[in-house]
């Protein structure tokens, strides 16, 4: 049964459904499974470190004047999410 578990992980996985893998991988008691568990969270980990702006709700906003060349009519502005 587990075999068949592993493949319907394995097919969410390519799909990018990871919180399903997820749920039917902890189900299952084999190496490979935690190994496939501990993947999954190192992706999740890379994702939030790679996205710390939009996990926080915020980004910063650089309007520039159409004149370039005068910075002191740049406005930077902080937006919260």
């Known amino acids: 049964m587990s075999r068949t578990q592993m493949q319907q992980a ?3 996985i390519k799909q990018k459904r990871y919180d399903e893998a997820r749920r039917i991988l902890q189900k299952i008691d084999t190496p490979t499974a935690r190994e ?3 993947k999954l969270d190192q992706r999740a980990l ?3 470190i790679a996205v710390p702006g939009v ?3 915020s980004f910063a906003v650089l309007q520039l004047p159409a004149d370039h060349r005068d910075q002191r ?3 930077h502005r ?3 999410g």
């Open 10 to 12: 394995q097919q969410l």
């Open 36 to 38: 496939w568990l501990a």
């Open 46 to 48: 890379r994702r939030q």
């Open 55 to 57: 996990l926080a709700g």
């Open 73 to 75: 009519r740049c406005d």
């Open 78 to 80: 902080l937006l919260a």
